[in-house]
C-alpha cells in the first residue's frame, strides 16, 4: 500500500489506473471505515482512501482541533484490508490558498436536520468531497465509484445530489452502517464517550428503532401524529439524561417529513437521530 500526500504524488501514483473506487474518510478508522473499503475494493481497479480532518466542516465550538489523528494506525488498518493507495492531505496539501469558492447545497436538503444543529456543515463537506473527487478521478477513464456509509444518511443524500447536479461521472454507494454487538453505530466519535456513557449510548438506537414502530403502527395516521411521537421519543431519551437535537421520521426520498398524501410504507420511511450523551453528539437512523 502506497501513502501519499500531495496532489501530484496522487496524480503520478493514480497514473496506471483507470478506474479509482474511492472511500473519503477523517481517519481514527474503526470497522465501519474498514467495511466501506471491503466494499469499494471489487469496485475499480485500485482502492483509495483518503484521510482528511477537513476544517471546512466544523464549526469554531467543534471538535476540530480534538478530532483523533492516528494516521500510523489508520495506514496499518487500511493495509491489512488491501487498499492499495491512502491520500494524506495536509491543510496546505489541499488548500494551499483559503478556498474561496464553496459548493452550495439545497437549503431544503442541507439546511435541515444534522444541517439545522451545524450550519453549514454541508457546504463544508460538498466542498471538500467535490475537491478530493477531483484529485482521485480526474485521470479517470473507466468507471468511478465513491463509498459512503449510511450512518451519515443525510451526508450520503447530500453528495448523491451533488453528483447529480453536477453531473459528476461518479457512481456514489452507500454501505449498511456497522454496529457494535450491542447496537451501537459504529463512530469515531464514540471513542470520546466514558464507561458509563459508552453503556448508555445504545439507547439512541433503540429510542429511533421505538420511533420507527410507532411510526408503522401510526400508519396514514402518521403525518397527524407524528410531531407527538417524535416529542414522546426525545422526552424519554431526554428522561435518561440526553440533550437530543432531533428525532424524526422522514420520507427516504427527501427527508421532508410524510404527508397525508404520502402513502406510509415500511420502504418510505427513515427515522433519524441525534443527541448529545454528556459532550459527546452521536447520531443514527434506521430505514423503516
Ligand atoms: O464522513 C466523513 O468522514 C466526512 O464527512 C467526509 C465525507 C470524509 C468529508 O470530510
Not at 482502492?47 to 478530532?67: C, G, K, M, W
Amino acid at each position: 500500500m502506497k501513502l501519499v500526500h500531495t496532489l501530484e504524488d496522487l496524480r503520478a501514483a493514480l497514473q496506471p489506473y483507470d478506474s479509482p473506487a474511492f472511500v473519503p474518510t477523517m481517519g481514527n478508522l474503526h470497522a465501519g471505515h474498514l467495511d466501506l473499503v471491503r466494499t469499494a475494493k471489487p469496485l475499480g481497479d485500485v482502492t483509495v482512501a483518503s484521510i482528511f480532518v477537513n476544517r471546512l466542516q466544523f464549526a469554531p465550538h467543534e471538535d476540530f482541533d480534538t478530532y483523533p489523528r492516528t494516521l500510523q494506525a489508520d495506514c496499518d488498518k487500511l493495509a491489512t484490508e488491501g487498499c492499495d493507495l491512502v491520500f494524506a492531505p495536509s491543510e496546505k496539501d489541499l488548500y494551499p490558498e483559503p478556498q474561496g469558492f464553496k459548493v452550495q447545497p439545497p437549503s431544503e436538503l442541507a439546511d435541515i436536520l444534522e444541517g439545522h444543529f451545524r450550519p453549514g456543515f454541508f457546504v463544508g463537506v460538498s466542498t471538500v468531497v467535490m475537491k478530493l473527487f477531483q484529485c482521485v478521478f480526474s485521470q479517470a477513464k473507466g468507471p468511478r465509484y465513491a463509498v459512503f456509509g449510511k450512518k451519515d444518511y443525510q451526508q450520503q443524500m447530500v453528495i448523491r445530489r451533488m453528483v447529480q447536479q453536477f453531473a459528476l461521472p461518479v457512481t456514489v454507494i452507500g454501505a449498511e452502517t456497522q454496529r457494535a454487538p450491542d447496537g451501537l453505530a459504529l463512530s469515531s466519535r464514540n471513542g470520546y464517550l466514558n464507561e458509563t456513557e459508552r453503556e448508555e449510548a445504545v439507547q439512541l438506537s433503540l429510542a429511533l428503532r421505538a420511533l420507527a414502530r410507532d411510526a408503522l403502527a401510526a400508519a396514514d395516521g402518521l403525518p397527524a401524529h407524528r410531531e407527538g411521537l417524535e416529542t414522546r421519543a426525545m422526552h424519554a431519551l431526554a428522561a435518561r439524561g440526553w440533550q437530543p437535537d432531533y428525532l424524526t421520521v422522514r420520507r427516504r426520498v427527501d427527508l421532508q417529513p410524510p404527508t397525508a398524501q404520502d402513502a406510509v410504507t415500511a420502504q418510505s420511511l427513515v427515522v433519524l437521530g441525534a443527541a448529545r450523551l454528556g459532550t459527546t453528539r452521536l447520531i443514527d437512523n434506521f430505514e423503516v
